[in-house]
């Protein structure tokens, strides 16, 4: 049984469906990632699993319960962090009051898990009174994950974390996934750089018109020809 | 130097106190519109009406306590009756926010609905005070009238000039400034005031975040009653209740809050002292300083006058032009929704 | 309850009805009176369509536009005063040429100068400066012309053209103002764009209390000439004694009632005019062009369409029409009142005209113009008969019955909010909604 799991998932914004049976599910400490080509539905996936579309047909399920009912904001409070691909800081909010905003549902002290955002990115301790929005993109990047690991949630969801980051920032942002991972969350990213994102995945998914394609180890989806070609550009 | 100084009490007397005690009016008011603004992401052209709802409370209360004998000489006695002001217009404004706002909120309205409604309520409540309380001019100001009086500050310097200090101007300086430290204090330190801020400044984060929004509009309307009240209050304790010089209010209002950015609180409070500001320097009539301070030879003959006290709307209106055609975001960045 | 185009006469069927009543119950002079400014309220409101309905342009200062048909009312009807022109003529002459030359000079200094701070402390010298040549000007010229026999006269008069004319340079004179405000405001978003023109519109009305030698300041211009003829000199004639005798009515009621039914016959041609203009504009490529832009403004600026130019001519037209409208009723009033200019009976009011009746719609407009002007005028006494009854209880002498009644009119303004507010909350498209040649879902 997986921790988190979206099954069969039918579905659209409204018009025509952009989810055709697609399934999705990660593992507690596991990193899986989802990769595809432009308009399959990678990004409708995600937001399905956090309930930001309503599904015709197809569940979700967290750690054994339903929640295809819940809102957005109640599977917050459930133990799901999501980190949007833009707009994803208070710009005019200092990087501390971004991470107290994060928290904003837990009514205990939530200073400890403060310094463990800090020390898992250290440059935000230094800018802690900035505002967000003087931050260079890959810092950004690093307050909008803090802010979501505010709520210490189960289970964390990026949009495409490394949008538009210069390739160095990039592996850093990688490597704090890793160690995210490692405290025993469960990672789930959409990314469009396929390659990276494989490297450092347990598993990943290849949706091809929202549908699963390919699914397996991120080793073997590198390894596997097809794949290579044509969504890798390799040979 | 006796010149000079008795020149400074002049400008001092007649535009320096008069110009900081409007602009804090101002940016109380400028204050109320652009929270609204940052918040609920319109122009409400019902808040100069909410104002003089505001007042029109307080002045019945004080009116009750006068009869009753209630007083705290020698401060005025709308003091007391300003909670009950607060208290009514908070409700009226959160009842028409249930009726008016919240409908068009469930829908997702353009905002030029919302400005049309507040268009709507403007109306009604205009109609409201008058029929309450008359179109007819209100003084209900009571206790010391001065501070310091014209004669007693003249035989204190020895100068030819003094500067005469009314309650009412130093009341609103200084409720102003309580006022205003409260708001940020809200605002930079509590949890409640940050969420507010963070609603303002990226609403599908917040909520995202578990920040309630129908918990911030209310807080935000509550605050922009209290503000519209204690403003409109002052001003009828410095200038005299009439219904209808509150509505036309809403153009200096207005343009205080746009010309320090709408939706920034720090930018309402700038805005407000510079249209004051402008507005008493363009239309003060400059013989006498001038006579004050410039040789014999040169002092003028006219009145020296850039423009007549009635143009003083002009004046806030073309500062707002200006700052709309160069610098839109206005003096520190507001949003533009 | 929406009405389909067909259904419109219903409404219109349902106003005369009204206007019947007031006739029967009250007095037939009144009732065509109120129909004359249904009439000019229509004129409004189908003009503030063209801005709002058309392109969305959120016009506040409509009581402006009106205020300059006025003026054009008084320039054009009024006899001039020739002392005052030859004491102060050339006086305001030098001044005008001044203040054009000031914002010429200040217009080729913004497009010459490199953006920085040369330009804009260029700029705000060439302004004040002009500003001050100006008024050296102007000050001893209009000190001089008020000065003129300041009881019945103090300003320079008018040409002493027919009146009818003034409905023309009215619209005219209220055209070239909306050319220079939207010029330079019309890039503006809504809110702005609102706030902006109310501004202006206070600005104007301010103008006109102040600069007696235009137009008397508050001491109005009374005795502008009228399109219809007056009742005093109908009244010598033989053939309205003849007529009124065999309408067995009083002499005076006739004039009176004659009088009203052509101002009001005056009227309607006007309003059929610009109505049948107004359609056949809608209907027109450039008609749909507008609407085009108005529905997606992006993509039409992505076509290449120049939206702000076409904004600009719309800002334009619906003014024009608003300032034929405002000199219109200044001339069946036969006086020019700059204080009776409140921005809560003209522009708000012929706000709520449009949002009622229909935004897009021009019959919607109409239709909204006679039944809110119709609403306004009779809340007042309507409203003191239903509080009569109410109170009918109390003594006679209650302060509160007495408070009550003086209120009245107050009344009127809670009325109109509300129904603005019913209306956008519950029928936002209006009674008469836009036509649109796909079917809309609402």
Redesign the interface.
């Known amino acids: 049984m997986s921790f988190l799991i979206g099954e069969s998932m039918t579905g659209g914004y409204g018009g025509a469906d952009i989810l055709n049976g697609c399934t999705i599910a990660v593992e507690r400490g596991e990193i899986a990632v989802i990769v595809g080509p432009n308009g399959a539905g990678k990004s409708t996936a995600m937001k399905a699993l956090f309930g930001m579309l309503s599904l015709r047909e197809g569940a979700v399920k967290l750690d054994g319960h339903d929640i295809t009912k819940l809102s957005?904001?109640d599977r917050?409070?459930q133990g799901m962090g999501?980190v949007?691909q833009t707009?994803?800081?208070?710009?005019?909010?200092s990087v501390e009051?971004n991470l107290?905003?994060?928290a904003?549902?837990r009514t205990d002290d939530f200073k400890g898990t403060m310094e463990q955002v800090y020390a898992l990115f250290p440059i935000l301790k230094q800018k802690r009174k900035q505002p967000a929005g003087q931050l260079s993109g890959g810092q950004r990047q690093q307050v909008a994950v803090g802010?979501a690991l505010m709520t210490q949630p189960k289970v964390l969801m990026l949009d495409e974390p490394t949008a538009g980051v210069s390739p160095i920032v990039m592996d850093e942002l990688f490597d704090r996934i890793i160690e995210i991972a490692r405290t025993g969350i469960a990672i789930l990213m959409v990314e469009q750089n396929a390659r990276q994102a494989l490297n450092i995945a347990d598993k990943g998914y290849v949706l091809v018109q929202g549908g699963n394609r390919f699914t397996d180890t991120g080793e073997a989806l590198m390894a596997n020809p097809e794949v290579r070609r044509t969504f890798l550009g390799g040979k | 130097m006796q010149d000079f100084l008795n020149g400074f009490m002049l400008l001092s007397n007649f535009l320096i106190v008069p110009a900081t005690a409007y602009g804090s009016q101002l940016a109380m008011g400028a204050l109320g519109v652009t929270l609204v603004y940052g918040i609920l992401r319109?122009?409400n052209?019902a808040h100069g009406d909410t104002m003089a709802f505001g007042t029109m409370v307080v002045i019945l209360v004080t009116a009750l306590f006068q009869k009753m004998g209630l007083s705290i000489e020698p401060l005025p006695t709308a003091l007391l009756a300003i909670p009950f002001g607060i208290a009514a217009t908070t409700v009226m404004v959160l009842l028409s926010d249930r009726l008016?706002y919240r409908?068009?909120r469930k829908v997702r309205?353009a905002?030029?609905?919302f400005?049309?409604?507040s268009?709507?309520?403007?109306?009604?409540?205009?109609?409201?005070v008058?029929?309450i309380i008359?179109t007819g001019d209100q003084r209900f100001g009571d206790g010391e009238r001065f501070i310091i009086r014209f004669g007693e500050f003249k035989e204190l310097t020895g100068l030819d000039e003094g500067i005469a200090f009314k309650t009412s101007q130093g009341l609103t300086i200084v409720t102003a400034i309580i006022v205003v430290a409260a708001l940020f204090w809200f605002l930079e330190r509590t949890?409640a005031g940050?969420?507010m801020?963070?609603y303002s400044?990226?609403e599908?984060?917040?909520?995202?975040?578990?920040?309630s929004p129908e918990r911030v509009v209310m807080i935000t309307w509550i605050i922009s009653a209290t503000l519209a009240t204690i403003a409109g209050t002052l001003y009828g304790l410095d200038k005299g209740f009439k219904p209808f010089t509150y509505?036309?209010l809403?153009?200096p209002i207005?343009?205080a809050a746009?010309v320090g950015g709408l939706g920034n609180p720090l930018g309402a409070i700038a805005g407000g002292f510079v249209i004051a500001f402008s507005e008493v320097t363009v239309t003060y009539a400059y013989k006498k300083l001038l006579t004050y301070w410039l040789p014999e030879s040169w002092a003028p003959e006219g009145l020296v006058q850039l423009l007549?006290t009635?143009?003083k709307?002009?004046v806030?209106?073309v500062i707002?032009?200006l700052v709309?055609?160069f610098r839109?975001t206005g003096i520190f960045a507001g949003k533009?929704v | 309850m929406t009405l389909s185009k067909q259904q419109a006469p219903l409404a219109f069927a349902f106003m005369a009805m009204a206007l019947i009543m007031v006739g029967i119950f009250q007095s037939w002079s009144l009732s065509l009176t109120i129909l004359n400014y249904c009439l000019i309220a229509s004129i409004m409101a189908l003009g503030l369509n063209i801005q709002w309905g058309y392109a969305?342009l959120?016009n506040v200062g409509l009581m402006g536009f009106a205020a300059l048909g006025g003026i054009a009312a008084v320039l054009v009807g009024m006899k001039p005063v020739p002392e005052a022109w030859a004491l102060g003529g050339v006086g305001i002459g030098a001044g005008l040429l001044v203040t054009l030359g000031t914002i010429f000079l200040a217009i080729t200094a913004y497009r010459r100068l490199p953006k920085g701070y040369v330009r804009g402390w260029g700029m705000g010298a060439i302004i004040v400066l002009g500003y001050f040549l100006a008024r050296y000007f102007f000050d001893p010229a209009t000190n001089q012309i008020e000065s003129v026999n300041p009881a019945q006269t103090g300003f320079l008069g008018g040409l002493g053209l027919p009146i009818i004319f003034s409905w023309g340079v009215g619209g005219v004179l209220a055209a070239g103002v909306a050319w220079v405000i939207g010029k330079?405001?019309l890039g503006?978003?809504?809110?702005?764009l609102?706030?902006?023109t109310?501004?202006?519109s206070?600005?104007i009305i301010?103008?006109l209390?102040?600069e007696e030698w235009l137009t008397r300041g508050v001491k109005n211009v009374n005795g502008i000439p009228r399109p219809m003829p007056y009742e005093y000199d109908l009244q010598q004639q033989l053939w309205a004694q003849e007529w009124a005798a065999w309408f067995g009515a009083d002499l005076q009621d006739f004039t009176s009632i004659y009088v009203k039914l052509c101002s009001a016959g005056l009227a309607l041609v006007m309003l059929g005019v610009l109505y049948w203009l107004s359609q056949t504009a809608i209907k027109s490529p450039w008609g749909r062009m507008m609407r085009a832009i108005r529905d997606n403004e992006t993509a039409a600026l992505a076509m290449g369409k120049h939206v702000t130019g076409r904004h600009l001519q719309v800002f334009i037209l619906g003014s024009a029409v608003v300032g034929i409208a405002g000199a219109m009723m200044t001339s069946f009033d036969g006086q020019f009142t700059p204080t009776t200019y409140n921005?809560?009976r003209f522009t708000?009011l012929v706000?709520?005209m449009v949002?009622v009746g229909g935004s897009g719609n021009n019959l919607g407009s109409i239709v909204g113009g006679f039944l809110i002007w119709f609403f306004w005028v009779e809340a007042e006494p309507m409203g003191y008969a239903l509080l009569n009854l109410l109170t009918s209880g109390m003594a006679d002498d209650s302060p509160l019955r007495a408070h009550l009644l003086?209120?009245a009119a107050?009344?009127?303004?809670?009325?109109?909010?509300?129904?603005?507010?019913v209306t956008?909350?519950f029928r936002?498209r209006g009674l008469l909604p836009e036509q649109s040649k796909q079917a809309r879902s609402h």
């Open positions: 957005p904001q917050v409070a999501f949007p707009h994803n800081v208070f710009t005019s909010m009051e107290e905003m994060g904003f549902l802010r | 319109f122009s052209f008016v409908h068009q309205a905002p030029v609905v400005l049309i409604s268009i709507g309520l403007m109306f009604v409540l205009n109609g409201l008058r029929f008359g949890r940050k969420s801020r963070a400044d990226n599908d984060l917040a909520l995202l975040s578990g920040i509505f036309q809403l153009l207005f343009a746009i007549s009635d143009y709307f002009a806030s209106f707002l032009v709309l055609l839109p533009s | 969305g959120f330079v405001t503006l978003r809504s809110d702005y609102a706030i902006a109310l501004g202006i206070e600005i301010a103008v209390k102040n921005p809560l708000f706000w709520v949002i003086d209120s107050h009344m009127r303004l809670i009325t109109m909010g509300l129904i603005l507010l956008i909350r936002p």
